[in-house]
């Protein structure tokens, strides 16, 4: 069955670092675009950050934009988030979702997302 | 910036129709898409396309979009249709999310 699994969280220092991973089963992961969305602590959803089937097109929320980058590796089935200069605004649950539409060029799939992870928890704390 | 505005809260008795509104400039003119999301669970979608249900959600889940508002209704609640529930839609290079509106099965 479809499957998404993310690891990496912990807790960081404001201004640290950290890489979250995304480990896809049970779909071919080089034909769909894939989002990181986070949920702060009894917050709703946030969209953070997406990229196309085949790496070549990233977007990302103003909110995280020069310090969260979006990746991918087809062959190892994984999405990445790499996590620089972290501010406490950025603790939150870390989700990642697929999109629901395979080799959809735009970030406009309108299908919507129709897998999530369980997500992993990232504290950004002195 | 354009922006999704849903009620923070909907009580419904059990049996009866719950509505769950989302409100944004011309979001009729837009695809709109609902998550649930039960407590300490990950969203599941559950109405894409405006009014497509994914295979394995009930039939009592449906969506309707016009004008400047996007309507989830549920027929017939259930207890377990107690959730957040999410509204999405896309707007230029930007995925967004409607603030959440919790549904109480009273």
């Known amino acids: 069955q479809v499957q998404l699994v993310e690891s990496g969280g912990g807790v960081v220092q404001p201004g640290g670092s950290l890489r979250l991973s995304c480990a896809a089963s049970?779909?071919?992961?080089?034909?769909?675009?894939m989002h990181w969305v986070r949920q702060a602590p009894g917050k709703g959803l946030e969209w953070v950050a997406f990229?196309?089937?085949?790496?070549?097109?990233?977007y990302y929320a103003d909110s995280v934009k020069g310090r969260l980058t979006i990746s991918r590796d087809n062959s190892k089935n994984t999405l990445y988030l790499q996590m620089n200069s972290l501010r406490g605004e950025d603790t939150a649950l870390y989700y990642c979702?697929?999109?629901?539409?395979?080799?959809?060029?735009?970030?406009?799939?309108?299908?919507?997302?129709?897998?999530w992870g369980q997500g992993t928890l990232v504290t950004v704390s002195s | 910036s354009y922006e999704l505005t849903q009620p923070p809260s909907v009580s419904v008795s059990p049996g009866q129709t719950a509505s769950i509104t989302c409100s944004g400039n011309?979001?009729?003119?837009?695809?709109a898409c609902w998550y649930q999301q039960r407590p300490g669970q990950s969203p599941v979608l559950v109405i894409y396309?405006?009014?497509k249900r994914p295979s394995g959600i009930p039939e009592r889940f449906s969506g309707s979009n016009s004008g400047n508002t996007a309507t989830l209704t549920i027929s017939g609640t259930q207890a377990m249709d107690e959730a957040d529930y999410y509204c999405?839609?896309?707007?230029?290079?930007?995925?967004?999310f409607g603030g959440g509106t919790k549904l109480t099965v009273l």
């Open positions: 979702a697929k999109d629901g539409v395979p080799f959809c060029s735009t970030i406009s799939c309108i299908d919507g997302f129709d897998c």
């Open positions: 049970g779909f071919t992961f080089s034909t769909y675009a």
């Open positions: 990229i196309r089937y085949d790496g070549s097109n990233k």
């Open positions: 011309n979001l009729g003119d837009k695809f």
């Open positions: 396309q405006d009014t």
């Open positions: 999405q839609a896309w707007d230029s290079s930007t995925v967004l």
